[in-house]
């Protein structure tokens, strides 16, 4: 049956300034779509990302085509395999999922076969900042969430940033995330100050595409593909490098995407963790599902905004909640 949908895109400003390896971040803008059978309406969100090379003009244009195509009828499941993967695919295919289940009057999950969705906990993430300001941080933190992502990038300083948050926060877990930015000798040098102070797991430690030197290292702590993980396409040769991948919606192109992603790594004995890139609770909600079947979960975006939806999904402590039928799925 035809559906008809609209696009836009919306600013979101960050709490504070964020930190990564690559820079400084205030705001995002976010891609919204919307979709109707002239009865029940579905919606998707999405975060296009310059350094994968998205813009959001570009995105909006590209689901402006799949809108038409949705318009003439056009299966989702046929157009939906012959899209590249991105934000633009992520925030149609959310929004047509959306859509399938309020005019079912049933869950995203249970369309996909899934039990009902439980709560899981999430890592709490803290941007790049002097040693003594992250274990401060830490700190602060730590009475609230259990599991932190440090984010890291400045090999001279990363150990004694490290050091300095396990020391404030010695009772939470712990995982890292590098952004690409080390050097294979720097990641030898730092694995061992990782696995000591019980780092669980380092997120892209190398640049994708120049990460062949993992196989020939020893992990002493398991090591996540990000940037060099986007599709099932990737899983063969990620399996031979990395432990885990990080299944992000943005960079996969949708929850369709994602689910065959969990299927495919566990088949080659990959752990799984879900990220996410900036959002809101309406970008978020999907990886709820994705999150059910993962060892680590990153979706705290929503608490690093200085808004969110009405209703949003709801945090509790260091828990992300199943979304409410209101928001999404």
Not at 230 to 236: K, S
Not at 241 to 268: F, H, P, Q, S, W
Not at 304 to 328: C, E, H, K, N, T
């Amino acid at each position: 049956m035809p559906t008809t949908g609209r696009a836009h895109l919306e600013t979101w400003s960050y709490a504070k300034p964020f930190v990564i390896s690559r820079g400084v971040l205030t705001d995002a803008q976010l891609l919204v779509v919307e979709l109707s059978d002239g009865l029940a309406t579905g919606r998707g969100e999405a975060c296009p990302v310059p350094y994968f090379g998205m813009t959001p003009d570009g995105e909006l244009e590209k689901v402006q085509d799949m809108l038409a195509g949705l318009a003439r009828g056009e299966d989702w499941a046929t157009l939906h395999d012959r899209l590249p993967a991105g934000a633009a695919r992520n925030a149609v295919d959310c929004a047509v999922w959306d859509l399938r289940a309020k005019a079912a009057g049933r869950t995203v999950a249970e369309l996909l076969g899934q039990p009902p969705l439980r709560p899981v906990v999430t890592a709490f993430t803290l941007g790049i900042d002097e040693p003594d300001a992250m274990g401060e941080s830490a700190r602060l933190a730590a009475g609230r969430h259990s599991l932190l992502k440090i984010k890291l990038g400045d090999a001279a300083k990363d150990r004694a940033r490290i050091e300095a948050i396990r020391a404030a926060a010695p009772g939470v877990r712990l995982i890292a995330d590098v952004n690409e930015a080390w050097t294979i000798d720097q990641l030898v040098d730092a694995l061992p100050t990782l696995r000591a102070c019980g780092v669980e797991m380092i997120e892209q430690p190398l640049r994708a595409g120049e990460d062949d030197a993992l196989a020939e290292i020893e992990h002493l702590v398991p090591i996540g593909a990000d940037e060099s993980c986007f599709t099932t396409a990737d899983l063969d040769r990620v399996a031979r490098l990395y432990d885990v991948i990080n299944i992000k919606l943005d960079k996969c192109g949708g929850l369709t995407e994602a689910m065959r992603m969990i299927d495919g790594a566990k088949a080659l004995g990959l752990d799984v963790m879900v990220g996410c890139m900036m959002a809101t609770s309406l970008g978020i909600a999907p990886g709820v599902i994705v999150a059910q079947h993962c060892r680590f979960v990153d979706l705290d975006a929503p608490l690093m905004l200085r808004g969110d939806r009405d209703p949003p999904i709801p945090y509790q402590g260091d828990q992300v909640q199943p979304p409410p039928s209101a928001l999404w799925g």
